[in-house]
């Protein structure tokens, strides 16, 4: 008999003497079942050459684990823990936490996995196996800090979607905050207050794996307001130095600085700026930080939810693989309040 043939329950029952719940019970390596009956119906179900069929037992398992009958397949997951964190990013989680709200809601399970950032090769030919494995339907990638090729992992029997631009290869559909537009709509705000003079102070690492949006929509503003913006404006730097920051801020002299970390708060404050008094303080991803200072929400939750509406999209049309022409979903940041900027 061939390995490939459907077996049923129902056959095995017949063939071992057993009811079917036994054999299901039996099959799952239930302790529900006494030894003797368990091995004869793996016996039985050896002989036929019988074998789980991944998608079901995924979907069986979530039945059991979350009482609903209403279960319609599994989704992964996929982080790289930085290694300076001991767990889960602190903008991911909000992420995660948007796409198992909406998962669940459209009937499908969702697990996380994490890659070694030491060896993501590895973890990348790992997760293939699972997703084989466990036949997994969904994968949603997060926004690595720096990009990771996945090439290795095969897409056919997936329908993926990966957030901001966190793949050398391949080219997914993918999700990202609205970064280019978000920032030109904080600077007219921002002139709004009465600043005039911004200045960008930005990590290069922040910028590159984004194809540079931030900056760019930093120089599309002043070309939007027709101003020659002033060389020193933008600066992107390879590491934070406070020396080299507040060198830069005495011989720029902005009104406000724009950057992704609230020490810069402190450093100015540190140089004898009171913020917002004398100079006011706007951060770029104020959910990644801890002070009150004022900045951007990039709704990373709202990104985890359109991140599954997305995939669950591409499952339900039966869309896996490599698509020939990616699509993006923007989603525009918003604005948080605090302390670091001037009422008017």
């Not at 989704?75 to 909406?102: K, Q």
């Not at 790992?126 to 090729?149: C, E, H, Q, Y």
């Not at 002033?230 to 002299?253: P, T």
Request: hydrophobic share 40%; aromatic share 8%.
């Amino acid at each position: 008999m061939s390995g490939r043939k459907s077996v049923s329950l129902r056959r095995i029952a017949e063939a071992s003497g057993c009811s079917i719940a036994t054999v299901s019970e039996a099959l799952r390596d239930s302790t529900r079942v006494r030894a003797s009956t368990k091995n004869r119906v793996l016996e039985v179900a050896r002989m036929m050459n019988y074998t789980v069929d991944p998608k079901v037992q995924a979907m069986m398992s979530a039945i059991r684990c979350h009482g609903t009958s209403s279960f319609r397949g599994s989704i992964a997951v996929v982080d790289i823990l930085d290694p300076d964190l001991s767990s889960i990013h602190p903008f991911h989680r909000p992420i995660f936490e948007g796409i198992c709200e909406c998962a669940e809601r459209l009937g499908f399970a969702t697990e996380l996995f994490i890659i070694d950032r030491a060896d993501p090769g590895q973890g990348v030919k790992r997760l293939d196996r699972i997703i084989k494995a466990r036949g997994i339907d969904g994968l949603i990638v997060l926004p690595f800090t720096d990009a990771v090729d996945f090439s290795c992992l095969d897409f056919g029997r997936v329908s993926s979607v990966s957030m901001d631009f966190c793949l050398v290869a391949p080219k997914l559909h993918h999700v990202y905050p609205d970064h280019h537009s978000s920032i030109i709509e904080a600077l007219y705000d921002l002139s709004n207050l009465g600043y005039k003079r911004p200045g960008l102070y930005m990590l290069k690492s922040k910028d590159s794996r984004l194809k540079y949006r931030w900056t760019t929509g930093f120089q599309s503003y002043h070309l939007m307001i027709g101003e020659v913006i002033d060389s020193r404006a933008a600066v992107v730097v390879d590491s934070l130095d406070e020396k080299h920051f507040i060198n830069w801020f005495n011989d720029y002299r902005p009104d406000v600085v724009l950057g992704h970390f609230d020490l810069f708060w402190d450093w100015l404050e540190k140089n004898g700026n009171a913020v917002p008094e004398e100079v006011g303080f706007f951060c770029l991803n104020r959910v990644a930080q801890k002070s009150s200072c004022c900045g951007l929400d990039l709704n990373p939750r709202q990104l985890g939810v359109v991140a599954a509406e997305a995939v669950v999209d591409l499952i339900n049309r039966g869309e896996v693989g490599v698509p020939e022409h990616p699509k993006g979903i923007s989603v525009m940041a918003s604005r948080m309040p605090g302390d670091s900027l001037r009422a008017n």
